[in-house]
Every structure is written in C-alpha cells, then in structure tokens.
C-alpha cells in the first residue's frame, strides 16, 4: 500500500497537470494581459491535443 506513494506519474497524468496548471495561468491572466493569456491558452490546446492521442493510443 506504502509503495503507491511513490510511483512514478504516468506521461498522462503529467500532461494532465500541466494543462491544468496552464487553464489556470489562462484565467488568471485573461483579464490582465491579453496576448499572454492568449499565449498560455494555445501552449493548453496543444497539450490537450497531446492528451487525446495518448488516450486514443491507451483505448
């Protein structure tokens, strides 16, 4: 039980994270900067795409 502590995150799981850590970098630069927030929403979107085909590989 102890050992699932620490087991290593799988590719998706590390894509999952860091597309939420970037939705959220997005909102919260939305309503100060612009063309950054427009930035961090594509680099998501990209991840996103990433997700999706890791998905539809493990399917």
């Known amino acids: 039980m102890m050992f699932g502590l620490f087991k290593k995150k ?10 939420k850590k970037l939705m959220k970098e997005w909102h919260d630069l939305s309503s100060i900067n612009r063309s950054a927030s427009d930035e961090k929403y594509a680099e998501a979107q990209l991840i996103a795409e990433q997700l999706n085909k890791l998905k539809n590989e493990a399917a």
Do not use: A, R, V, Y
């Open 10 to 19: 799988s590719k998706i799981e590390k894509l999952e994270e860091k597309f």
